[in-house]
């Protein structure tokens, strides 16, 4: 279920508040029921079902990480390590759910493929589908219609994107987040980052008129580096801007992904018509 968010405003500016009740939506009865699933470079989310999440480290106590930076490292290590996690908790995980999975805005085809064959090792999914996650996170806040900027600030990948009427049009990442935060690399170099990301789609002209309607309406954070005061107060002093952040910024995505994976199963042929890459962007 999405939650509402929270302005944080710049000084001698109003913002408008993002979200909308989801309390009407009709309840869903299907046969095996869907999972989403966000795994990032420190945690591992799996959603199963609206209350029912698990939220863990992923690596800890490993000699080197499997997942860096938003990308798999070492399938068969990360194979391994899921279904301790799933073990460990007693997670009981329905063979061949729908598996609604988070990747990172832009991932590279091997980067894809990489996760495909390790979520299919561990959970046997009937249907796999890939959803960026800047695009899950504007679900989870229930602010996917119209022109809207997301900023995902995870623990290692900062991503943002342009949306329109939820789809990606444009977006930008680097590889830098919370985790990165030291004497070196301050909160202000991280939101700093972001804006960075925020200008460089602003530079292309075809894009200009977009950005610049979503930045009057506001950009929504989610991710790690929303949950951080310093981070947000710096982005709306650089994007002179009013700043969204989602109630539950770290779960945001992975809301998302659940709603639209019992979106798919509402809706499956229109999922089944286009190819994977069209149906999930």
């Given amino acids: 279920m999405p939650h509402p968010v929270t302005a944080i405003r710049p000084p001698a500016r109003t913002g408008m508040l993002i979200g909308r009740s989801h309390g009407s939506r009709p309840s869903v009865t299907v046969d095996a029921a869907p999972i989403a699933v966000d795994l990032g470079s420190s945690l591992l989310r799996i959603w199963l079902g609206p209350g029912r999440t698990l939220s863990v480290p992923v690596g800890h106590g490993l000699r080197s990480p499997v997942v860096r930076r938003g990308r798999i490292v070492d399938g068969p290590a990360c194979v391994t390590e899921l279904r301790r996690i799933l073990r460990d908790h007693r997670t009981p995980v329905p063979v061949g759910a729908l598996v609604v999975a988070c990747r990172p805005v832009l991932a590279a085809p091997a980067e894809q493929e990489a996760a495909r064959r390790v979520l299919t090792a561990v959970l046997a999914p009937s249907r796999l589908l890939f959803l960026d996650s800047v695009r899950a996170g504007a679900i989870g806040a229930g602010a996917a219609a119209g022109t809207l900027l997301v900023a995902d600030i995870g623990a290692q990948l900062s991503e943002v994107a342009l949306l329109e009427d939820g789809r990606v049009v444009a977006a930008r990442r680097a590889?830098?987040?919370?985790?990165?935060?030291?004497?070196?690399?301050?909160?202000?170099?991280?939101?700093?980052?972001?804006?960075?990301?925020?200008?460089?789609?602003?530079?292309d002209a075809a894009l200009r008129p977009l950005v610049r309607a979503a930045l009057a309406r506001g950009p929504v954070v989610i991710g790690d580096g929303a949950t951080r005061p310093d981070v947000t107060a710096r982005l709306v002093a650089t994007l002179g801007a009013t700043v969204h952040r989602a109630a539950s910024p770290r779960t945001a995505a992975l809301t998302g992904a659940g709603m639209a994976a019992i979106s798919a199963l509402r809706h499956p042929h229109d999922t089944q018509r286009r190819p994977e890459r069209s149906a999930t962007s």
């Fill in 175 to 203: 590889d830098v987040g919370t985790r990165d935060l030291n004497h070196t690399t301050t909160a202000v170099m991280l939101a700093d980052t972001t804006a960075r990301l925020v200008r460089e789609l602003r530079q």
